[in-house]
């Protein structure tokens, strides 16, 4: 068995990663390269591998750079199964798609300047067929779903915490009498994020494939940046001024959300204040991600849950406005009124951003606040680094804004978490290999796992294959063992248990109401809870607050990280 290192090898975008056996070839992950030309002229090559020959593609996440070169995959010919979990499945539909757009958009751009040149034409990388036909080949699987991947192959999709619908993968691989187990992290959240479930802890794993991004750092908490941004909200309005914030329409924005809904409930002291204070969600691509959110709440952690139960509306607050077409986005440059501005991309290398940015940049009373990883080479991490003129759409401005940098509300684990993910395993791996981060990252996460559990670790450094045909392995059952873990077989227990003590008594009490000798006070109690059970269907189901809100099909909004 042989695993190849195909992208996310000296950055942080293109992710994919070939795992070769004897009769097999799966691909994990096939992600865009982001952030400047030099990578995204990457995107152009071919990739180390046939298309065709690729059996299938196990997806950790629907973000760009793990899934945005899916459909020139199918458009050079793959046409097998791409399994990912509901979630995911649900935004594919909206990044593919998207994706395309902006892939014909740019091209479109190009050709007409080539025409001014005299020079030929040049061919867009997929089109929107390609990203309809790649839609149809998604295999939505449930998490905590074991699933059979091929004859030699089995795998589990855990909550990886990163965005809706991130896996954590793992995938058990059988070769004649041995069994070998990979895991691979995609990409790692943060504990205790609003809405997210924790990141899956893995007990036992032969390989690891994980990410390395803030390998050499460590973030604000949540809770300090969050107070952090309402202190900059509150003096910049104060002075007249605009809070502009670059933010990934998948996640970021959606946690944004939901914060300033939280906090605009639990804080008396800035509660009015604020609440004249308009905020626009101004990305169809966040409106129609947002919509998503919405409908996959039974993925949602147990606090987020509960407020929904309570009636709340988490992703929703009264002075929440939706730019939804391009008119209402232009509308915001004309508006006095200082206002907070959330769209994408989150890097500010294309999307509504660089308009708000070439509007607001170059006045002192603004301000721009980062809340995601800004790659190399984007115009996010230029204004970051503190540049005093930066070039957006072609014209260059003064930046005079004030610029914050809020790392509390990044949906990447940091240095300490991803050491406490790789705590989590039991016993030493043959070997960790670090992706996904740039080289620094990924050699102060080498030698700190080493440091502090022992285990081996290597940071990749460009496309590589390592053979892993040495690797011991386990027994068949050592991997029944690990594949019914006895803590979730407990849960489960414990759940079953819970729903046959109430069906018991509704069918036991359901006789009695038959022959009338039930109390009616007893049929009140059973009435409410099959009443109870339905409002938990509806609202888990249909969390939808505002109108059904259709995204523009015109949504040129990259998404990244
Ligand atoms: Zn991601």
């Keep these: 068995m042989k695993l190849k290192f195909c992208g996310a090898v000296s950055s942080v975008t293109g992710s994919c990663h070939l795992l070769t056996t004897e009769q097999h070839k799966v691909l994990l992950d096939c992600g865009l390269y982001q952030g400047g030309k030099t990578l995204e002229q990457m995107n152009e090559e071919p990739f180390p591998f046939v298309p065709s020959e690729i059996e299938c593609v196990i997806l950790s996440h629907a973000h760009v750079d793990h899934c945005g070169r899916l459909p020139l995959l199918v458009k050079q010919g793959f046409s097998g199964p791409i399994y990912c979990t ?22 479109e751009w190009a050709n007409r300047k080539a025409d001014r040149l005299g020079k030929p034409h040049s061919e867009p990388l997929y089109t929107m067929e390609d990203a309809q036909e790649t839609l149809m080949l998604v295999q939505p699987i449930l998490y905590d779903q074991l699933f059979q991947v091929n004859d030699q192959m089995r795998a589990v999709f855990n909550d990886a ?16 009498e041995k069994t070998t187990k990979l895991v691979y ?45 309402i202190q900059i909200i509150v003096k910049t309005v104060k002075r007249g001024g605009n809070v502009i914030i670059p933010s990934f329409a998948v996640g970021r924005t959606q946690e944004l959300i939901y914060e300033l809904n939280r906090f605009y409930e639990a804080n008396d002291e800035y509660r009015d204040f604020l609440k004249r204070v308009q905020v626009y969600i101004d990305s169809p691509m966040a409106i129609s991600t947002t919509q998503v959110f919405r409908r996959n709440a039974q993925v949602f952690d147990d606090e987020t849950k509960r407020y929904i139960l309570e009636g709340d509306t988490p992703l929703d607050f009264p002075n929440l406005n939706f ?49 995601g990883y800004q790659a190399n080479g984007t115009l996010g991490r230029r204004i970051l680094d503190g540049e005093k ?12 804004a004030e610029i914050y940098n ?7 684990a940091d240095r300490d978490g991803l050491l406490s993910w790789v705590k989590g395993l039991q016993k030493a791996p043959k070997n960790i290999f670090l992706v996904h981060g740039e080289d620094e990252s990924k050699e102060a996460l080498e030698a700190l796992i080493l440091e502090e559990t022992g285990y081996p670790c290597t940071a990749v450094h460009g496309v590589t294959e390592v053979d892993l045909s040495e690797i011991e392995g386990m027994t068949l059952e050592e991997v029944e063992r690990d594949i019914v873990d006895e803590e979730k077989i407990m849960q489960v227990r414990d759940k079953l248990y819970g729903i046959h003590e109430v069906i018991e008594d509704i069918l036991y009490s359901a006789n009695l109401a038959v022959g009338e000798q039930i109390p009616t006070e007893k049929l009140v109690q059973i009435s409410n809870v099959i009443m109870q059970l339905e409002k938990e269907t509806l609202n888990l189901g249909m969390a939808v607050t505002k109108e059904a809100i259709l995204p523009e099909k015109s949504g040129v909004a990259k998404d990244e990280e």
């Design 323 to 371: 730019s939804r077409t391009s008119q209402d986005s232009m509308a915001l440059n004309s508006d006095e009124k200082p206002k907070i501005i959330i769209a994408a991309s989150g890097m500010c290398d294309a999307g509504r951003i660089c308009h708000h940015l070439k509007h607001n940049l170059w006045n002192r009373k603004n301000s721009i606040v980062f809340v």
């Design 161 to 176: 915490g990163h965005i809706l619908g991130s896996a954590i993968t793992e995938l058990w691989i059988e070769e004649g």
């Design 86 to 107: 509901d979630a995911t499945a649900d935004l594919l539909h909206i990044m593919l798609p998207d994706c395309a757009h902006i892939q014909e958009k740019e091209t």
């Design 389 to 400: 003129e930066v070039s957006v759409l072609g014209e260059k401005i003064n930046v005079q």
């Design 406 to 412: 809020l790392e509390g509300f990044s949906g990447h």
């Design 185 to 229: 992290t995609g990409d790692i959240g943060v504990e205790e994020r609003p809405i997210l479930r924790n990141p899956v802890k893995i007990k036992k794993a032969d390989v690891v494939v994980m990410e390395a991004t803030y390998g050499s750092r460590l973030h604000e908490s949540n809770e300090h940046s969050l107070q952090e941004l």
